[in-house]
């Protein structure tokens, strides 16, 4: 079974940062789409980050875009979201997610798997 654990959240202040990790095992996908959504309050869940395992290829939505980093292990059994330059509207509980290959318009969102989250919050 796929399994997807991720961790590093927490409270932090407006301007701060956080690494968040995700440890991913239990699929042996030749090529896969690995990434980040989140869903706050009262809100839907919106695919952040993702990035290919087999061209490094990145994606990121505009709201995120120059704050956070996403990247992989050389191993490929961990990818991580370095977000810096927090705002308050950042906070939400944080999700990976995996997909085999590289659809059209990926959206990690609606990927098939995925672990359970880990809450981020910033506070002004």
């Known amino acids: 079974d796929v399994q997807l654990q991720a961790s590093g959240g927490g409270s932090v202040q407006a301007g701060g940062s956080l690494r968040l990790s995700c440890e991913a095992s239990?699929?042996?996908?030749?090529?896969?789409?690995i990434g980040w959504f989140r869903q706050a309050p009262g809100k839907e869940r919106e695919g952040i980050s993702l990035i290919s395992s087999f061209s490094g290829s990145t994606y990121y939505i505009d709201s995120v875009k120059g704050r956070f980093t996403i990247s992989i292990d050389s191993a490929k059994t961990t990818v991580y979201l370095q977000m810096s330059s927090l705002k308050v509207e950042d906070t939400a509980v944080y999700y990976c997610?995996?997909?085999?290959?590289?659809?059209?318009?990926?959206?990690?969102?609606?990927?098939?798997?995925r672990g359970q989250g880990t809450l981020v919050t910033v506070s002004s």
């Open positions: 997610a995996v997909d085999k290959g590289w659809a059209e318009n990926p959206d990690p969102a609606t990927f098939p798997h």
């Open positions: 239990g699929f042996n996908f030749d090529d896969y789409a």
